[in-house]
């Protein structure tokens, strides 16, 4: 009988502890940051530049980018739907990274970047596809909580700060790409957080996945 309960409870926590991990809602979404831990998260260089600060990843310090090595999709996504809460402090640059894999240091070489910025010296604003199709207009302020979405299907982009579509990008492109711009592509791969500069304060919470049919 002690073998018995100890196997229903043992049975009871992976259950628990998956539902945790995964954290799967009726809509589709997926959580892939639990507010309270980076777990499921990596980042090589300058990792004093993340840290959890009241359920929200604090992005304060020098260049780094924090990678998404959870066990949701292993941790490579083709097709979905992106989606964050996200405030900037004044001056602040930061970004998403999309299709990209873990590099131990360096700005990440794969992938596209979607651009946080809405009042650093950089024009290029919050949404930019950064460098491919750059958004000029500020349409959120700092110290204020927004969404940024993100849709990759096929290969098309598609950029959304709280419900306006800022970019709807198809890539054709490719062939046109200077030669430091040739892996932003669509592939597949993970995506990743960036700390730009010791002066950039960004935070992210509610960060959430939905896998898309490939």
Do not use: C
Request: proline share 3%; charged share 25%.
């Amino acid at each position: 009988m002690k073998k018995t309960i100890n196997l229903f409870a043992a049975l009871l926590f992976l259950a628990v502890l998956g539902s945790f991990v995964s954290a799967p809602k009726q809509d589709g979404w997926i959580s892939i940051f639990d507010g309270k831990s980076l777990n499921g998260w990596k980042v090589g260089e300058n990792a004093g530049s993340f840290s959890v600060v009241d359920g929200a990843i604090q992005v304060a310090g020098p260049r780094a980018h924090l990678f998404y090595e959870g066990p949701i999709k292993n941790h490579m996504f083709k097709n979905f739907e992106f989606r964050a809460q996200v405030m900037t402090k004044p001056g602040a640059n930061s970004g998403i990274y999309i299709h990209t894999d873990y590099q131990e240091k360096g700005w990440p070489s794969k992938g596209y970047e979607i651009q946080v910025n809405n009042s650093h010296t950089d024009w290029k604003r919050t949404g930019s596809l950064y460098d491919i199709q750059d958004v000029k207009e500020t349409y959120v302020k700092d110290n204020e909580w927004y969404t940024e979405y993100i849709r990759v299907e096929g290969k098309r982009i598609t950029v959304k700060i709280n419900d306006k579509t800022v970019v709807d990008y198809e890539e054709t492109d490719i062939d046109k790409r200077s030669a430091d711009h040739l892996n932003r592509i669509l592939s597949s791969g993970t995506f990743a957080l960036q700390a730009h500069d010791p002066k950039s304060v960004v935070l992210f919470k509610d960060i959430q996945v939905k896998p898309l049919t490939e």
